[in-house]
């Protein structure tokens, strides 16, 4: 799956969103039902999804960081933007960006 066309670039911003929605899903939803209402069902299965999009972001970030070269700093920014909240919708936008002004050349 290494290539630096924009399949690679469509399924990490696609990765990027999911994992920050599932995010959002996890911190703002199920955690609060869990102790404010005492009700853990939605951790036991928004948890691990959020987990595999976690993981999914992750292999992609080093398989687009390989593909097209970014420096170090580049991709540890962005590994870290996944540890915040909307960090995932942020990176999607910058994706977005990027692409952009190599669609109009």
């Known amino acids: ?26 911190v703002c939803v199920a955690v609060p039902l869990k102790h404010l209402a005492g009700v853990p069902a939605p951790v036991s299965w928004i948890g691990p999804v959020h987990g595999v999009a976690f993981m999914l972001y992750i ?29 995932g919708y942020v990176i999607a ?4 960006r990027a692409v952009a002004p190599a669609r109009r050349a």
């Open 1 to 26: 799956m290494k290539d630096s066309g924009g399949s690679t670039n469509s399924l990490f911003k696609w990765a990027a969103v999911l994992e920050g929605t599932t995010l959002l899903a996890l």
């Open 59 to 87: 292999a992609l970030a080093c398989n687009v960081a390989s593909a097209q070269d970014w420096p170090r700093k580049r991709l540890l920014l962005t590994l870290l933007a996944t540890l915040v909240p909307f960090g």
């Open 93 to 96: 936008r910058r994706l977005d």
